[in-house]
């Protein structure tokens, strides 16, 4: 939906960034195809050492369109991936929307009753699995009482280089289930048997839907997000637009998507919104690399193998979590690595402490640029100006191009806030999702009309200050009350990250009979670092008010996170609950 005028009122606006973008409007396997059609040779995915050329991966998604075509599938068919982040992902992302289907992106640590609800529920007709003695046996137990009738098996053993390959075969280091169900197809035999001629078919890039991506699950059942080819084209050429960069020295700035360039890291999941478009589908469309990370914490220490492969393959670009960029940071073996390639990095999916802002950026010489946004909206609503000059910490920017954002009274969604003042965080855009796939109740609950427009109501609170920097407080089902007093945990979240000995820290509310609610923080500290909770205490005195000064300090040797790389607040208040 396009906002007239999409003109944001500041004077730091990025130099050179239009306010409105256009030629958006097209299937999302097209950006495949172009890419394919303009480097036919570059290299598009690293996994192992071993590469696929656009050229390869084009082939491959087209054998997967042209398997699927002849099995029926078709037109809003519904196709789960139930992947890591494994080359073979890409191919049938696109194979599956270029047979006119809907991708259905699984969590690849699902347990079977957890998988087994998304299919059922988004009445998928078949799953993409990895040959693996866990993720296959549960793919097994979670088609039953489903419309799944075609599993198909992904081994890594063709992807990977032919050395390793041989090595891996031989000592049994290749991942791979004990036995195969009767009836269970191979990959590598689809595309050894399959035609690379793919279907024809008729997509209308805004009404149809390209992925159903499921979220709220850590708030309740998790709800099917439909979103069209042009939700996510929409925001890969507006963040084209958005992001500046100097590719060679002495050369002015422009525009990221710059004939394959980059190298784009994958560390974020792709079945999540985020690394899906700020990762593969960015890499796909300016034809860089993109390297394929299945399990981030891998090695010892954990991430260790994460930083073995930013020396080696050189990464430009990352999209991440705070968390992964607290894991860079505190490594213990950081020195040992260099991280000098990295040009510059989203943070996004939860709100970045200045912290560890200035403690990555110090390490590794490159720029972190907040982002903001959900899977409702592909994800990006906002992002930061890619300019240090610009570019302010702790603010998730402005709007980007097309896209409109309110702040409206917590109470009502229908009163717009002052200027400077909190809200919840409303937002009308062409990255805006269809809806929620048969959920109407909760499609009635996020959707506002506002001066005659649809805006998406995004449970986040923040507020716009005088120079139209946006700034998100917290979730709105986050805030704590205290005699009367709001509360974020992101501000006291932020605070505590100043303390040299705290790696991660998050605060929930609990009951309290004499103030409504308390506040308790729980603390990971550093390896090596040791402090008391009177302390902490005395250093929560010296630094915030009374009201928020948490009444309860709790450390934890490891605090619950997602496996995107959320903390995970709701597991504290459960357990809080329990005890």
């Not at 997000?225 to 020295?249: I, K, P």
Request: aromatic share 10%.
């Amino acid at each position: 939906m396009k906002i007239d005028p999409p003109i944001w009122e500041t004077p730091f606006w990025p130099e050179g960034v239009a306010h409105t973008v256009t030629d958006y409007k097209f299937p999302l396997f097209k950006l495949l195809d172009d890419s394919a059609k303009d480097y036919p040779d570059n290299v598009f995915t690293i996994f192992n050492g071993a590469t696929r050329t656009y050229a390869q991966v084009k082939e491959a998604a087209d054998k997967i369109a042209n398997f699927l075509a002849d099995k029926g599938i078709g037109k809003d068919d519904k196709i789960a991936i139930f992947l890591p982040n494994l080359p073979q992902f890409p191919e049938i992302l696109f194979g599956i929307l270029k047979a006119g289907a809907v991708a259905v992106t699984c969590n690849p640590v699902y347990t079977a009753s957890e998988l087994q609800f998304q299919l059922k529920n988004s009445e998928s007709k078949m799953v993409f699995c990895m040959d693996h003695p866990q993720f296959y046996p549960n793919t097994v137990k979670a088609i039953e009482g489903t419309n799944v009738d075609t599993v198909i098996v992904c081994n890594i053993k063709a992807y990977l280089p032919t050395i390793k390959a041989f090595l891996g075969g031989l000592l049994g280091k290749i991942p791979k289930a004990d036995r195969h169900e009767p009836g269970h197809i191979m990959y590598d035999d689809i595309l050894a048997k399959a035609s690379p001629d793919p279907p024809s078919v008729t997509i209308d890039p805004e009404q149809d839907t390209a992925l159903m991506l499921y979220t709220g699950g850590t708030t309740g059942v998790p709800k099917g997000a439909e979103l069209s080819h042009t939700n996510f084209t929409y925001d890969l050429m507006a963040l084209n637009e958005w992001c500046r960069f100097v590719h060679g020295e002495g050369k002015p700035p422009e525009k990221m998507y710059s004939g394959g360039f980059h190298s784009i890291l994958g560390v974020l999941p792709w079945y999540h919104c985020f690394g899906l478009t700020a990762a593969l589908l960015m890499a796909c469309t300016g034809g860089s690399k993109l390297i394929c990370i299945p399990d981030p914490r891998a090695g010892n220490p954990p991430f260790t193998e994460v930083l073995k492969a930013v020396q080696k393959y050189r990464p430009t670009f990352m999209s991440a979590v705070p968390t992964i960029f607290v894991a860079f940071a505190n490594h213990a073996l950081l020195d040992q690595y260099d991280l000098s390639s990295f040009m510059g990095c989203f943070s996004g999916g939860a709100p970045l402490p200045p912290e560890v802002c200035k403690q990555f950026e110090a390490k590794t010489g490159s720029i972190i640029f907040e982002a903001w946004g959900l899977t409702e909206t592909a994800p990006a609503l906002t992002v930061n100006p890619t300019f240090k000059e610009t570019r302010k910490i702790g603010s998730v920017g402005f709007p980007l191009p097309d896209t409109d954002i309110k702040i409206m009274a917590i109470e009502d969604s229908t009163k717009e806030m002052p200027q400077g003042e909190d809200g919840e965080i409303v937002a009308c855009g062409p990255q805006v999702m269809k809806g929620y796939w048969k959920r109407q109740d909760a499609n009635d609950e996020v959707f506002v009309q506002l001066d005659g427009n649809r805006y998406f109501l995004t449970g986040d609170i923040g507020n716009i200050d005088e120079n139209g920097y946006i700034t998100i407080t917290d979730r709105k089902k986050d805030m704590i009350i205290v005699s009367g007093f709001n509360v974020y945990p992101r501000e006291i979240e932020d605070i505590l990250y100043t303390h040299p000995a705290v790696e991660l820290a998050a605060v929930i509310g609990i009951p309290d009979e004499k103030s409504g609610e308390k506040v308790k923080a729980f603390i990971q500290l550093k390896k090596g670092e040791n402090t008391t909770i009177q302390e902490i205490n005395d250093f929560c005195k010296e630094n915030m008010t009374g009201y928020k000064r948490p009444k309860m300090v709790e450390f934890r040797d490891e605090i619950p996170v997602s496996n995107v790389g959320k903390v995970l607040r709701r597991v504290l208040r459960d357990a809080e609950k329990n005890a």
